[in-house]
T-cell receptor, first 114, second 112 residues
């Protein structure tokens, strides 16, 4: 079974802090994704990566950056946390290829910025 | 922007009832996926569909990839309390793009 783990289930940070969210997958997937989920807005893609050191912006990249130094690990960075970044953050991974769309999600990190 | 229309947005049913939800788009999809999300958890993949017209079952769940490749439905038969959650459809819009487009979700509530 694919396993995607996220470093924290719940996190509380202060405005202006630098925040790191870590994601690790154990299935040798090339693709990794970061989403945020807010009520009424569904899942919105922040960034994704299809290879080590590669990254592409998703639909809402502003205020975020990412790092992929190893294939199994994908980090989301909030450079200076703001209250409007309070949300549920979900990491996912998938195989690279055509017609292989299945993404596998981690349990999520609920981030509160005060 | 959102390219998948998922309906209904919410459902309130009695235990034992059958459930049906669907997703439609004006665009052609190569893949349709159905996920379930329990409260406070990440989405879990239920069913994956890869060919137009494909009908796939997973226990009490049945999903179909529409023949036009622009829609998909998910049915749940004889609902039980653990079916409560949010169901998402997702699709691979552009072949080879590696990204999915997600529906807004259907929140299912079951009265025992």
């Amino acid at each position: 079974d694919v396993k995607v783990t996220q470093s924290s289930r719940y996190l509380v940070k202060r405005t202006g802090e630098k925040v790191f969210l870590e994601c690790v997958q154990d299935m040798d997937h090339e693709n990794m994704f970061w989403y945020r989920q807010d009520p009424g807005l569904g899942l919105r893609l922040i960034y994704f990566s299809y290879d080590v050191k590669m990254k592409e912006k998703g639909d809402i990249p502003e205020g975020y950056s990412v790092s992929r130094e190893k294939k199994e690990r994908f980090s989301l960075i909030l450079e200076s946390a703001s209250t409007n970044q309070t949300s549920m953050y979900l990491c996912a991974s998938s195989l690279f290829g055509t017609g292989i769309g299945e993404q596998y999600f981690g349990p999520g990190t609920r981030l509160t910025v005060t | 922007g959102q390219q998948l229309n998922q309906s209904p947005q919410s459902m309130f049913i009695q235990e034992g009832e059958d459930v049906s939800m669907n997703c439609t788009s004006s665009s052609i999809f190569n893949t349709w996926l159905w996920y379930k999300q329990d409260p406070g958890e990440g989405p879990v993949l239920l069913i994956a569909l890869y060919k137009a017209g494909e009908l796939t079952s997973n226990g009490r769940l049945t999903a179909q990839f529409g023949i036009t490749r622009k829609d998909s439905f998910l049915n749940i038969s004889a609902s039980i309390p653990s079916d409560v959650g949010i169901y998402f459809c997702a699709g691979d819009l552009i072949q080879g793009a590696q990204k999915l487009v997600f529906g807004q979700g259907t929140r299912l509530t079951i009265n025992p």
